[in-house]
């Protein structure tokens, strides 16, 4: 499908030279009285490569035809991880360089959104905010409290985060996985 | 969704109070000069025929896309010292510069030319500066800008000659103005300090009067701070004839190249014949509140966009 320039948004996949391109960002620039100018960096859905393309007002660009699905995350293998369709059940690998960062807050079981191009899986999304265990966390001496900084823990996914002093091992705490920053502690270790 | 808007509402509030703030020293930095604060029409029969803005259909008027006109007719009533901040719409102007919905500050003085709208802005962002102390170098974006006036000021044939190697003065190339302007001469400007673009191409002249011992040019200037297209003044163009002649021009072009239906502005040309001489400015609110606030995009200086509206 063709959509004119201006309705694309940051995000949108685009099919360009027969290739689906993630628009990592898409910046608007207009001299106040002049033509629109439209500047959109291309991420490759496959390889990651990065282009940059410039559009001008009433240039169209052709949309890939993506589709969302629930999954959930089964396991990891050596440089792949397993995913399932939670309607058809069908299995998909989604390799290391789609799922990325977004790692740092894959838990077996969780359910998220795959976005799916000619079969084949193109990208994770994480839902906004995910709740994880903590495993890890040095012990806060007085001195710290008083500072009320904060210290680093190690989240059940085997990644750390920056929390505050409060935090304790067990805890389970909400992240905004956007920001990866930590949002509030949803229940202590009892 | 209700967890998002909150947390995103609660991490501009120091923007929108800074914001708030901008508001009242604007307002007080004209009361004290003896502007009178008016309110005109947002919906109108007729918007000024420009082929680049886009006004929005209501109802067969249109969404105002600036209260230039509605202002050159109080002017025309005698009205001599008028500002007014008011809500502006431009179809498909989405950016981190720009949303559709935008604040608008115009103001306009009779017997003034663009040059005095120049130093009212060097007064005005000093005069927010001082109310806010944040000091007279502004930390924008990691550059540290110096704003003690006189900005630098550099006409438009020099600035494209310097940055983009051709004379658009001498022979406009419409298309190629646009993107030079903003991917080459733009980015040539002091990092450090506001630029001020003087003498447009008289092709690109709008409402403005043409100069008078150089008629190649018009009166037109363009303030920018940090990359941030802030301002744009005029001497206003008071010749109805001349006036209706580019509107016509203009209305041409929209209704060839984008098959767009404008209307005549014709209560405004009606009253042009009674329009001092006179200067007037339109400068983006939102721009400026984004530069006092450090922000990136507009998004983080306004409660809501189209985006979250």
């Not at chain 2, 008027?61 to 001599?80: D, I, N, V």
């Not at chain 2, 949303?99 to 003085?109: I, T």
């Not at chain 2, 900005?151 to 419409?174: H, S, Y």
């Amino acid at each position: 499908m063709n959509i004119n320039i201006e309705n694309v948004r940051k995000n949108n996949k685009l099919l360009v030279n027969k290739n689906p391109f993630n628009v990592d960002d898409l910046e608007f620039m207009k001299p106040g009285k002049g033509r629109a100018i439209y500047r959109l960096r291309l991420r490759n859905l496959f390889d990651n490569s990065v282009i940059e393309y410039t559009y001008h007002s009433g240039d169209t660009v052709e949309l890939a035809d993506v589709s969302s699905h629930d999954i959930q995350y089964l396991y990891k293998e050596t440089d792949h991880y397993v995913f399932m369709d939670t309607e058809s059940f069908e299995q998909y690998m989604i390799s290391d360089k789609i799922v990325g960062d977004k790692k740092t807050f894959l838990k077996e079981g969780m359910v998220l959104t795959g976005l799916m191009w000619d079969k084949k899986p193109i990208d994770i999304t994480l839902p906004n905010f995910v709740e994880l265990k903590v495993v890890e966390s040095a012990v806060t001496t007085r001195t710290d409290t008083i500072t009320a900084q904060n210290k680093s823990v190690v989240l059940e996914t085997g990644f750390s985060i920056g929390v505050p002093t409060f935090i304790k091992e067990g805890d389970i705490i909400k992240i905004d996985t956007r920001t990866g920053v930590y949002v509030e502690r949803i229940s202590a270790k009892k | 969704m209700v967890d998002d808007e909150v947390s995103r509402l609660r991490a501009i509030r120091p923007n929108l109070e800074r914001r708030a703030k901008i508001f009242e020293l604007t307002r007080a930095f004209f009361r004290e000069q003896g502007f009178t604060e008016v309110d005109t029409p947002v919906r109108m029969p007729a918007v000024a025929p420009e082929s680049e803005v886009v006004p929005f259909d209501s109802e067969g008027w249109f969404l105002a896309t600036s209260p230039e006109l509605h202002m050159k007719r109080l002017l025309a009533a005698g009205y001599e010292k008028l500002f007014q901040i008011t809500h502006c719409f431009r179809k498909g102007e989405q950016g981190r510069q720009h949303n559709p919905e935008f604040s608008l500050l115009e103001w306009y003085r009779a017997d003034a030319d663009y040059l005095q709208m120049v130093s009212d802005t060097e007064q005005l962002v000093l005069t927010i500066a001082r109310g806010l102390e944040t000091g007279l170098v502004i930390d924008y974006k990691n550059r540290m800008i110096d704003i003690n006036p006189p900005w630098p000021r550099i006409t438009v044939r020099e600035a494209f000659l310097a940055a983009a190697c051709w004379d658009p003065v001498a022979e406009l190339q419409p298309a190629r103005f646009d993107v030079d302007l903003v991917t080459k001469v733009m980015p040539s400007f002091a990092l450090d300090r506001p630029t001020v673009l003087l003498d447009y191409p008289a092709a690109l002249a709008s409402l403005a009067r043409l100069k008078q011992e150089n008629p190649g040019v018009a009166e037109r200037a363009e303030v920018f701070i940090g990359g941030l297209e802030l301002a744009n003044a005029y001497s206003e163009l008071t010749d109805a004839v001349e006036q209706e002649r580019r509107f016509r021009e203009d209305m041409e072009k929209i209704a060839k190249e984008k098959q767009r239906k404008v209307s005549m502005p014709v209560r405004f040309l009606d009253t042009m014949a009674h329009l001092p001489t006179c200067s007037g400015i339109a400068l983006g609110v939102d721009r400026l509140v984004m530069l006092f606030c450090n922000a990136d995009s507009v998004a983080e200086v306004m409660p809501f966009t189209v985006d979250t509206a």
